[in-house]
């Protein structure tokens, strides 16, 4: 299935097809989720987890928000600078070395899951793990389109990519209920570093062109019942 065929799905209908790619697959398979902040990717690549694992698969599942980069370089172009959300807000190198690398096709399988804690802002270790020759890994983080990870649908680290598409007043204001220094109008300039580094991704990258399905994710979904 490409973009082409069928490009937009709802989510409960988004997980049963990954399902399906899935199940007649051997070997480590990656899976990205991205969105806006607040389009829900945790709460999909949770889901998506859950549901793999009830099918039998073997999942490992990971955020890359745990693989941000501490302060001094997050904030390295400002603290209101939109370039510097877009660009310096992830440790890609890390990131790459610990867990695109050794989980991909003929990697090592000896991996991390987390180098960076965002609550004390401070750099941590976690164990290195052995993953299963056979693994689903699921990704969730943003801008995991960029370039460095996805110059186009076809030439990607991801084997499936998602794009959960949620206009910004629906996701700003899903942040704003969840963080208290956030507000809920988009263009609000105490939104301008995330606003405008996330429309700079957009712009970019056009994420929805290069994710595998885009998944429109406003309205909440029934359960995935088979």
Request: aromatic share 10%.
């Amino acid at each position: 299935m490409t973009n082409d065929v069928m490009n937009r799905l709802d989510a409960g209908t988004a997980l049963k097809w990954l399902r399906a790619q899935v199940r007649p697959r051997s070997g480590r398979i990656l899976i990205g989720v991205d969105g806006v902040d607040g389009a829900g990717k945790t709460t999909f690549a949770d889901e998506l987890a859950d549901l793999l694992r009830e099918s039998g698969a073997e999942v490992i599942r990971i955020s890359m928000d745990h693989y941000l980069n501490p302060q001094s370089k997050r904030y390295a172009q400002g603290r209101a600078s939109a370039k510097g959300y877009f660009e310096d807000s992830y440790d890609y190198e890390r990131f790459t070395a610990e867990v695109l690398e050794p989980l991909g096709h003929g990697g090592s399988g000896r991996y991390r899951t987390a180098a960076y804690d965002l609550d004390s802002e401070s750099e941590v270790r976690s164990p290195w793990r052995i993953a299963p020759d056979d693994a689903v890994v699921v990704i969730d983080g943003m801008f995991i389109h960029r370039d460095e990870l996805c110059a186009s649908r076809k030439k990607k680290v991801w084997d499936f990519s998602v794009w959960l598409e949620v206009p910004f007043e629906e996701s700003f204001h899903r942040m704003a209920e969840r963080q208290g220094k956030i507000v809920d109008d988009p263009e609000d300039p105490r939104n301008a570093r995330y606003y405008q580094g996330q429309l700079i991704y957009l712009q970019k990258c056009d994420p929805a062109t290069r994710a595998d399905i885009v998944v429109e994710n406003v309205a909440p979904h029934s359960p995935v019942i088979d």
